[in-house]
């Protein structure tokens, strides 16, 4: 069953824009936490994120930002998309870096 | 500095074999370690995680996995699989002051 909310499923782009992806968790969980997939399925951290704590990955790009407005919630905003942007972000929530609990995804597209 | 090392990119077996998915992974202290799973077109599911006590975890669809800190390994076993395990499996490793990371992940086929 999933408690982790992910909108939108896909989003096709063109370089230069911005996006924003949603992320909604249910769990009532303290952390929540961006990944990014590449087509190798590769998983990278890029955010962690509590209501006291905002850890950014350093190898992040800044055109990267996480947006929260309460514990449950954690967007992402990319400012200006490029090529290798393209990806499938997957948001997740956790007590205290236990075991991450996933959403289903939001596959980017940049063309 | 904490790692992860999943050995093998693909794994084929044939359905009814036994399968092990090998994980193995560098951390100074006794880590907190996970099997995800991934379908496609999913997010990742857990399987089973260890924290601490019996080096043997039960989890989900009959896996287990193994602790072994003199070997630095958590390998995911399962005796008999069904077509409908062909996945992407994931080794992560946590603990209190990181987000959990993640193994290069190894894609598991099982042949009817």
């Known amino acids: 069953e999933t408690a982790v909310f992910q909108t939108p499923n896909y989003h096709v782009t063109q370089v230069g824009n911005e996006v924003s992806f949603n992320c909604k968790q249910t769990?009532?969980?303290?952390?929540m936490y961006w990944y990014k997939q590449d087509s190798k399925k590769l998983l990278k951290i890029m955010f962690s994120?509590?209501?006291?704590?905002?850890?950014v990955n350093e190898t992040v790009p800044r055109r990267f930002s996480p947006q929260s407005s309460d514990k449950a919630h954690l967007n992402l905003r990319i400012k200006s998309v490029e090529p290798e942007d393209s990806a499938v972000y997957l948001c997740?929530?956790?007590?205290?870096?236990?075991?991450?609990?996933f959403g289903k995804g939001t596959r980017l597209t940049v063309v | 500095a904490q790692s992860v090392t999943q050995p093998d990119a693909r794994v084929t077996v044939s359905e009814g074999a036994s399968l092990q998915l090998r994980c193995k992974y560098s951390?100074?202290?006794?880590?907190?370690l996970f099997w995800y799973v991934q379908y496609p077109r999913q997010g990742l599911q857990l399987l089973l995680k260890?924290?601490?006590?019996?080096?043997v975890v039960q989890g989900v669809n009959s896996f287990e996995a193994e602790f072994s800190k003199s070997n630095s390994s958590f390998h995911l076993q399962k005796a008999s699989v069904h077509w409908s395990d062909s996945a992407v499996y994931f080794c992560a490793l946590g603990n209190n002051n990181n987000a959990p990371r993640f193994g290069a992940g190894t894609k598991l086929s099982v042949k009817p």
């Open positions: 994120y509590n209501n006291k704590q905002l850890i």
């Open positions: 769990l009532g969980h303290d952390t």
């Open positions: 997740a929530s956790s007590r205290t870096n236990t075991e991450v609990f």
């Open positions: 951390y100074s202290a006794t880590p907190y």
């Open positions: 260890y924290y601490s006590g019996d080096p």
